[in-house]
């Protein structure tokens, strides 16, 4: 059994103890403790700092020494050839204008 279902089954099993409840009642209190709970578990289940580990997305970083990061797909490459942006329907005109690099950049 899931673990939050079973407390809410403890929650509800408490609540059900403490004063006369109908079965509808103690269904619907045990979807929506459980369903509460899962959005909890579920929340804090979120890896943090998730972005971080995304390529780099910044045309200015994207441009290393010996290699430049292609801003559509993350991948580093010695220069990105124009075979390369046709492959993300892009002419170098266009990768250039849609990232803000300046006209004479490679
Ligand atoms: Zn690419």
Not at 58 to 79: M, Q, T, W, Y
Request: a neutral charge; proline letters at 4%; hydrophobic letters at 40%.
């Amino acid at each position: 059994m899931e673990e939050y279902l079973q407390s809410a089954l403890e929650i509800v099993k408490a609540q059900a103890g403490s004063r006369p409840m109908t079965e509808d009642e103690i269904l619907s209190m045990i979807k929506s403790v459980a369903g509460g709970i899962a959005g909890l578990v579920g929340g804090q289940a979120l890896p943090v700092g998730e972005d971080a580990a995304l390529p780099a997305q910044d045309p200015k970083k994207a441009i290393k020494e010996a290699s430049i990061v292609c801003l559509e797909c993350g991948k580093s490459f010695k220069v990105i050839t124009k075979k390369h942006l046709a492959s993300h329907g892009l002419t170098a005109e266009e990768y250039r204008a849609k990232y803000g690099y300046k006209k004479t950049q490679a």
